[in-house]
């Protein structure tokens, strides 16, 4: 059968060849992944039927490059070769596409917002091709469909600030990979998102410098208890009872009233010190 290796075989023959560096040959005691191995041999005439159906085999330096050589004359990559990249990237290393060790599509992708004059563009990109340099300080939103209408929310953003989704399912494994590298420049990254416990928790405990509020005075008088959530209360002992966040932490501590991000329409934003 003309069939490549599964992804435990390759990872059971990874680390044979890796105990085989410093030895001539490693015997073992057949296991269910090995005989399923020695099965897939047996088939590509590389050793005997009664060697597959032994209770003990070894395995040599020279078997495992004939795995190799077979592989590679079905069409297949070496079972060395990282398969954990993308569906073009398996496309290169071999005929097969083995979905379950593929790099999700959107590993590396981000979303992000670009202004230009009064207008908005929003952009699919890679984080690895951004100049990290060039960009003063990124900027996280957290709900979708504020992220696509920027246009309504009135606050300071530089020209090199990148703006970026939060991220679910899709973009979230990016943004996270991108921040991580971010952290490490020391430049600001801040936060936007609803003035709840849940918000100001993430803009706290994720690393973030500074967080988007209205006025101290409009968001007394526009928090509402039905923007708290009561299984977000656990999280109200986390926050933080200094600084200029204080106040706002307060209204949601004693009164239990909050504010989402898309009741921010309109409303003249500061970024506060988290």
Not at 51 to 79: C, H, K, M, W
Not at 244 to 271: E, F
Request: hydrophobic residues 40%; proline residues 3%; aromatic residues 10%.
């Amino acid at each position: 059968m003309n069939t490549n290796l599964t992804p435990n075989q390759r990872r059971l023959l990874q680390n044979i060849a890796e105990k085989l560096r410093t030895s001539t040959h490693q015997k073992r005691k057949v296991k269910a992944a090995d005989r399923q191995l020695l099965n897939w041999c047996a088939e590509q005439d590389l050793i005997s039927n009664a060697e597959a159906d032994a209770p003990v085999f070894v395995y040599t330096v020279s078997l495992l490059n004939n795995i190799n050589q077979r592989l590679q004359q079905l069409g297949f990559a070496p079972f060395e070769t990282d398969q954990a990249v993308s569906s073009l990237q398996q496309a290169e290393q071999g005929k097969d596409e083995t979905k379950s060790v593929r790099e999700a599509p959107r590993a590396h992708r981000i979303l992000t917002a670009q202004k230009s004059l009064q207008s908005w563009t929003i952009i699919d990109c890679d984080y690895r091709a951004l100049d990290l340099d060039s960009i003063s300080e990124i900027i996280v939103v957290e709900n979708l469909d504020c992220f696509y209408a920027m246009e309504n929310f009135a606050f300071d953003i530089a020209t090199d600030s990148l703006v970026v989704y939060r991220g679910d399912s899709a973009y979230s494994t990016g943004r996270k990979e991108l921040l991580k590298h971010w952290r490490h420049t020391g430049k600001p990254i801040k936060y936007f998102g609803d003035l709840d416990a849940k918000g100001f928790h993430i803009a706290q405990s994720e690393g973030f410098t500074h967080i988007a509020v209205p006025a101290y005075e409009w968001f007394k008088a526009n928090a509402n208890s039905s923007a708290f959530n009561p299984a977000q209360a656990n999280l109200l002992a986390s926050l933080s009872t200094q600084g200029a966040l204080r106040p706002y932490h307060q209204i949601l501590k004693d009164q239990h009233r909050a504010i989402l991000q898309q009741w921010l329409q309109n409303t003249p934003l500061q970024w506060c010190e988290t």
